[in-house]
């Protein structure tokens, strides 16, 4: 349930509104934007009285939420979600930019990958640490040796680092990274949401692989639920019975999420198809369609790469791809 406040109404007026519905065993998620001021009525809304909500001068108006989200909610914050990282802005007409290896292999590989896709204009530097594979023999990742040698290449750079968490107990080694991804198949692990939700950091929610939409939003509702409201959204593709690509890159899914939800959206053209040759039409197409942003991967040698060589582009080709999206960027009145 949301009450509407009418424009501007004084926030003592506000508050004392607050305090009467809090009286009646439910909690509120208040939402000041730029047109509309939101309280959004978290709890076992048969105990309120709506009729005397509805009573007081300063109420619009009163609307029952159908889907089983509230915090992800575009009913419940009518502004699009804004995340800052380190100065830099996900969201707000900015086209953000997350390039670097699927896995840190090495410190030379990872520095000399993160200094040239920032001079090629990337704002996050991704790299994993720890891999989820589908295979035990499959290069796992570095682990926390990868994450030292992901901060070594932001120091040499200033750019954020992005990085995968597995499980809760590696939560206390990403203390110093800039934004945690949770990778698809961790999507529903509720536990783990529940923990992020707990911190003050941006989370990278990947979609599951057979995941619908409204589950999507609802483990972002577990992270939110906890109090961490920086939570941005990352489509990776879905599994269908197409076999010519890894997997289904479903670009409906942003303009659904963005009519159903203010969180930021990102787009993993990389993992959607699995082929590097589809990675700039993706690119393009995902910022046509009004993605907030793309996480490209990037690797100096893919035929060498020790993890998903077949959907990673050179620097190189990273270069050209990102000329070509600041003139889509720019089409769409957005900025890179």
Request: hydrophobic share 40%; aromatic share 4%.
């Amino acid at each position: 349930m949301i009450v509407v406040v009418k424009p501007n109404t004084k926030e003592e007026d506000i508050q004392r509104l607050i305090k009467m519905i809090e009286t009646q065993g439910v909690k509120i998620h208040y939402s000041k934007g730029i047109d509309h001021t939101i309280l959004g009525i978290v709890g076992d809304t048969t105990l309120v009285d709506v009729a005397k909500i509805r009573s007081n001068q300063i109420v619009e108006n009163v609307l029952r939420v159908q889907e089983p989200y509230k915090k992800a909610n575009r009913l419940f914050h009518p502004d699009d979600t804004i995340i800052e990282v380190n100065g830099r802005k996900v969201g707000e007409g900015t086209i953000s930019i997350i390039a670097g290896p699927c896995s840190v292999e090495s410190e030379e590989q990872i520095v000399s990958i993160a200094k040239s896709v920032k001079q090629s204009g990337a704002t996050f530097l991704r790299g994993g640490a720890f891999k989820p594979r589908s295979s035990p023999y499959a290069f796992q990742g570095m682990g926390y040796e990868g994450l030292e040698l992901l901060k070594i290449a932001r120091k040499a750079t200033g750019l954020p680092i992005v990085s995968e968490l597995m499980s809760l107990e590696q939560l206390p080694a990403f203390e110093d990274v800039d934004i945690i991804q949770v990778g698809a198949r961790n999507m529903q692990n509720f536990i783990l949401l529940r923990e992020l939700g707990k911190i003050d950091k941006p989370i990278l929610l990947k979609r599951g692989l057979c995941a619908t939409m409204q589950e999507f939003l609802m483990s972002a509702e577990y992270i939110m639920k906890e109090g961490n409201d920086k939570v941005i959204l990352c489509e990776r593709g879905i599994r269908t019975f197409e076999t010519a690509t890894r997997n289904t890159l479903d670009l409906s899914c942003v303009p659904v999420l963005k009519k159903k939800s203010h969180l930021p959206i990102i787009i993993d053209p990389s993992h959607g198809t699995g082929l590097s040759w589809t990675v700039e039409a993706l690119s393009k197409a995902a910022i046509a369609v009004g993605a907030d942003g793309v996480m490209i991967e990037v690797h100096n040698n893919p035929e060498e790469a020790l993890c998903d060589g077949a959907q990673s582009i050179t620097p190189t080709q990273f270069d050209s791809i990102m000329k070509t999206l600041k003139k889509y960027a720019e089409i769409e009145n957005k900025v890179m």
